[in-house]
C-alpha cells in the first residue's frame, strides 16, 4: 500500500472529512461524559435525600417505640390503680 503525499484536492477533502469526524467523536464523547457527571451529581443527591429519610424514619421508629413502652407503662399502672381501687372498695 502507498501513501498519496502529493498536494492534491482530494487528499485536502479527505483530511478535512477525518478531522470533522474525529472532531464530531470527540463532541460525541465529551457530551456523553457531561450527561454522565450530571447524571451521577444528581444520584449523589438523591441518595443523600435517601440517607435523610432513612435517619428520619429510625428517628421515628424509637419514639414510637418509647411511646408504646410508656403507654404499657401507664396500661400497667392504670391496672394496680384499679386494683387498690376495688380492693378498698371490697373492703367497706
Excluded: C, Y
Aim: aromatic share 4%; glycine share 2%.
Amino acid at each position: 500500500m502507498q501513501i498519496d503525499t502529493k498536494f492534491t484536492p482530494a487528499n485536502v477533502i479527505t483530511i478535512i472529512l477525518t478531522f470533522s469526524l474525529a472532531l464530531m467523536a470527540w463532541t460525541d464523547v465529551k457530551g456523553q461524559v457531561e450527561s454522565n457527571t450530571t447524571a451521577i451529581k444528581e444520584g449523589q443527591i438523591v441518595a443523600e435525600a435517601m440517607r435523610d429519610d432513612v435517619h428520619t424514619l429510625k428517628t421515628d421508629v424509637a419514639l414510637l417505640k418509647q411511646d408504646s413502652i410508656n403507654a404499657a407503662a401507664s396500661r400497667d399502672e392504670i391496672k394496680a390503680n384499679q386494683a387498690e381501687i376495688l380492693k378498698l372498695l371490697r373492703s367497706k
